[in-house]
């Protein structure tokens, strides 16, 4: 059973950065693309930043410049490093990775989602 457990969320002034981590474990065969997505209160959850095992990255125009994804294979991890934030940043974040469990089958999972709060 994989599991994504997110951390490093929490409260920061308008201005300030965060890093935010999360880490795949269970059984895990192979790992496709990296994200992490956020939803606001009364709002869609919009994507924020993916990376493909190919490196290739793609960010929300909102945070470009900003934020940046990173991933270490090894620990099966993603980082989002959050830097410049503003107070519409706030939301809950969420991973996703898209990956094999085993050689048959694969599948989206996602984390139950951190907290940001921007505010002074």
């Known amino acids: 059973q994989v599991q994504l457990t997110e951390s490093g969320g929490g409260l920061v002034q308008p201005g300030g950065s965060l890093r935010l981590s999360c880490a795949a474990s269970?059984?895990?065969?192979?790992?496709?693309?990296m994200g992490w997505y956020r939803q606001a209160p009364g709002k869609q959850r919009e994507m924020v930043a993916t990376?493909?095992?190919?490196?290739?990255?793609n960010y929300a125009e909102s945070v470009k410049g900003r934020f940046t994804i990173s991933r270490d294979n090894a620990k099966n991890t993603v980082y989002l490093q959050m830097n410049s934030l503003k107070p519409e940043d706030t939301a809950v974040y969420l991973c996703?990775?898209?990956?094999?469990?085993?050689?048959?089958?694969?599948?989206?999972?996602w984390g139950q989602g951190t907290q940001v709060t921007v505010s002074s």
């Open positions: 269970g059984t895990i065969f192979s790992i496709y693309v």
């Open positions: 996703n990775q898209d990956l094999r469990p085993n050689p048959w089958n694969r599948n989206t999972y």
């Open positions: 990376l493909t095992s190919a490196g290739v990255t």
